[in-house]
């Protein structure tokens, strides 16, 4: 078993910057990718960014350039720093981590991210 908890969503105004962090516990040597989906009222869930134990990260189109993904394996924790945020940035984000050996996904209770125009 996994658990993630998250921290740093908010509200804050078109052009700015928050952080997002997500510490997991639990099972943690297991856990390969980590990283963020994001979900807007009346929308799917979509993907933000991953990144691997190793480092590899990949990214949505519409965050590239804009959001760094980062991780601390020592901290068993995983951060995404948005900058130049925008109105349509706005919806829950929720971390999650793959344990691939037994191909579960483990998903945190999602914060809140809010920008205004």
């Known amino acids: 078993q996994v658990q993630l908890l998250e921290s740093g969503g908010g509200l804050v105004q078109a052009g700015g910057s928050l952080r997002l962090s997500c510490t997991a516990s639990?099972?943690?040597?297991?856990?390969?990718?980590m990283g963020w989906y994001r979900q807007a009222p009346g929308k799917q869930r979509e993907l933000v960014a991953g990144?691997?134990?190793?480092?590899?990260?990949n990214y949505a189109d519409s965050v590239k350039g804009r959001f760094t993904i980062s991780r601390d394996n020592a901290e068993n924790t995983v951060y995404l720093q948005m900058n130049s945020l925008k109105p349509e940035d706005t919806a829950v984000y929720y971390c999650?981590?793959?344990?691939?050996?037994?191909?579960?996904?483990?998903w945190g209770q999602g914060t809140q991210v809010t920008v205004s125009s």
């Open positions: 990144i691997t134990s190793g480092g590899i990260r």
């Open positions: 639990g099972s943690i040597l297991s856990i390969n990718t």
């Open positions: 999650y981590a793959d344990v691939t050996v037994v191909g579960i996904r483990y």
